[in-house]
Nanobody, 119 residues
Framework: QRLLVESGGGSVQAGGSLRLSCRGS??????MGWFRQAPGQEREGVAA???????IYADFVQGRFSISRDNAKNTLDLQMNRLKPEDTAMYYC???????????????WGRGVQVTVSS
């Protein structure tokens, strides 16, 4: 079992920023990612990164988010800017088997952190 613990969630007004972090033994995986799930919606991939720093993003990110990792510290971050009300969701850190934004490729999940964006 690999441990993944998220932090940094909270409430912000539209247009604001939040930075999510993920720490734990699970962050050593070659591929890591962030997913989110809004009430009544399926869990969807937000961004993924490999140990070299190469990243991919979901189309809805539209240049607003940036994923990064520190391999020496075993940390994974998601900087979210220009947040929109539709970004409201539980955000999950995940270790992946491949750099694919699909829950089918997740090996381990964190417990999630809530992000709420008000208009």
């Amino acid at each position: 079992q690999r441990l993944l613990v998220e932090s940094g969630g909270g409430s912000v007004q539209a247009g604001g920023s939040l930075r999510l972090s993920c720490r734990g033994s699970g962050v050593t995986a070659y591929y890591m990612g962030w997913f989110r799930q809004a009430p009544g919606q399926e869990r969807e991939g937000v961004a993924a990164i490999d140990r070299t720093g190469a990243a991919i993003y979901a189309d809805f990110v539209q240049g607003r988010f940036s994923i990064s990792r520190d391999n020496a510290k075993n940390t994974l971050d998601l900087q979210m800017n220009r947040l929109k009300p539709e970004d409201t969701a539980m955000y999950y850190c995940a270790s992946l088997r491949a750099q694919v934004l699909s829950a089918r490729y997740v090996d381990y999940w964190g417990r999630g952190v809530q992000v709420t964006v008000s208009s």
